[in-house]
Nanobody, 124 residues
Framework: QVQLEESGGGLVQAGGSLRLACAASGRTFTRGSMAWFRQVPGKEREFVATIGWISGATGYADSVKGRFAIYEENAKNTVYLQMNSLKPEDTAVYYC?????????????????WGRGTQVTVSS
């Protein structure tokens, strides 16, 4: 079984930065990828960024390209999301997720494991 725990959310002014962390435990990862999604009330969960656990290949939603960066620290089984130049529209609950799929995927249905989420609020 895999457990994912997010941390690092909070309140920040527009233009500011936050770094989210997702610590994974329960099983050693040998393939697949990790991702960040976000969700606001009344809307579907939205893909933000993903990273291949072994390859390190990354993918981003157009809305965050150039502002967010996903990276991993394999020794700690931790994935980070560095968020810069934050905008009020980035306000959401951010979720960490894991898939065993060998291909990069932005579809939330492909992710079997999820954290509980961390709130990010960007004030204008």
């Amino acid at each position: 079984q895999v457990q994912l725990e997010e941390s690092g959310g909070g309140l920040v002014q527009a233009g500011g930065s936050l770094r989210l962390a997702c610590a994974a435990s329960g099983r050693t990862f040998t393939r697949g990828s990790m991702a960040w999604f976000r969700q606001v009330p009344g809307k579907e969960r939205e893909f933000v960024a993903t990273i291949g656990w072994i390859s390190g290949a990354t993918g981003y939603a157009d809305s965050v390209k150039g502002r967010f960066a996903i990276y991993e620290e394999n020794a700690k089984n931790t994935v980070y999301l560095q968020m810069n130049s934050l905008k009020p529209e980035d306000t959401a609950v951010y979720y960490c997720a894991r898939t065993e799929s060998l291909r990069i995927t932005v579809n939330s249905d492909d992710y079997a494991y999820w954290g509980r989420g961390t709130q990010v609020t960007v004030s204008s």
